[in-house]
């Protein structure tokens, strides 16, 4: 019901009634999301201010009972973020349907809920980033339950534009961490990702990826099992883990011996939120949560787009000497001398396992075989912190800040390979 904030005359009220009607489109508004998306992104005449909201419950002997659900304020500029919703407005309405069948479970039906609350809230403030990350962590949940089994005939969150990220970019590691964890990949062929790591948070079709792969008939789909699903959902640290080990253990079948993971472009992590990551101040399951949302962003657009990211406020900060060595031991690419670091998975069993100084001890070694003499000898952390150091290799970083990471070892290193540093940063790069 609509809500005046100044006196209206009865032909006004009339003129309303006689006309009003919500559209998106040449499609008229029939759910209450379809109204306020069209509220938010085209306004309202006749001096309407905002709406109130109602929900007709039904008691028992079919007695109605209207009950508010809260207002909806109507936006002075209407914001153009909103239009990020109708990538996601059919796939609600199948979780809907789905939510609503007989014998959908508890966790769905919860999952439902909150997927559509925080779309609704969302609309009501489309400037306020955390809103836009609570839709992406309500859809990262509703997929969590779909991998049980529960409602997978929604099928997976559908390819997310690129404007996506500006609206949920609200400035933190956490956010800017995940961007970078969902859009790697194995490697890039003119911006178009090879293997990307969603694989690994849901069983897809090879041949369609935008739908779960299944087995059985039609009388009895299931999910298909995968044995490349690793990540489960409920723990940031154990799920950058479990990615980096099935990651390693697919190249090594293959017969690659180096690190199977690279950024996409503009989607590198800063050394000074993976500083922040290996310090214990980030918040590890929302960052994972996060990036398994994100992974659905469409890699076409983002290769042809350039998209505004925050940078962290103090890019000075740099993570501990000793995971600089563990990161080195890791590279997609070649040192600045051209000699390759062979990936050796037993560095990261070892830091997963929570012994550092043994996973450091081997990492140097491997630096030292490719001519790089660190100034670091050895080093020791806690378990805890150690498993902190395995999963923050799961954030690929820029050719630059490996190159930082390099002189800050080994000063002498540069200057050996050439004696002018940029030509040695333009080889690296």
Known sequence: ???????????????????????????????????????????????????????YIERNGQSNLAVPLGQFAVQDQPSQAVACIDDIVPWLQRLKRQAREKGATTRLVQAERSASQSVFDVIAQPNQPNRWQAVLLALAAAETVMRSGSGFKTQPIPLLRPEWVPAADD????????????????????????????????????????????????????????????????????????????????????????????????AHAHAAD????????????????????????????WAEQIVPLSAPSDRNASPDDAWLVLRLAHLNGPLP?????????????RLASGDAATAITLALRRLRAAGLRCSVRAGVASPSTARLWAAALAFPVHPRTTLHFVRRLDPSFLAAVSPHPESAQEHFA
Not at 27 to 52: H, M, N
Not at 337 to 349: E, F, K, Q, S, Y
């Open 1 to 55: 019901m609509p809500l005046w904030a100044q006196p209206a005359t009865l032909p006004d009220t009339q003129r309303l009634f006689g006309e009003g009607r919500a559209q998106l489109g040449a499609t008229a508004a029939r759910e209450p999301l379809d109204l306020a998306r069209a509220a938010s992104r085209l306004g309202v005449a006749r001096g309407i201010t905002s709406f109130q909201r109602f929900g």
């Open 171 to 266: 400035g933190s590691p956490e956010f800017r961490l995940a961007l970078s964890f969902a859009l790697q990949a194995t490697a890039f062929a003119r911006g178009r990702p090879i293997d990307p790591v969603r694989r690994h948070w849901a069983p897809l079709d090879d041949q369609r990826p935008s739908r779960f792969a299944t087995t059985g008939d039609v009388s009895r789909l299931r999910l298909a099992a995968d044995p490349g699903v690793v990540m489960q959902g409920r723990e940031g640290v154990a799920d950058a883990v479990a990615l980096l080990e099935r990651r390693m253990l697919d190249a090594k079948a293959a017969g690659q011996r180096v690190f199977p993971l690279q950024a996409a472009a503009r």
């Open 274 to 301: 993976i500083a922040a990551w290996v310090a214990g101040a980030v918040d590890t399951d929302r960052t994972l949560g996060l990036a398994c949302a994100l992974m659905a962003l469409d890699r076409r657009l």
């Open 337 to 349: 001398n051209g000699a390759r670091v062979p990936c050796d998975p037993a560095i990261l069993r």
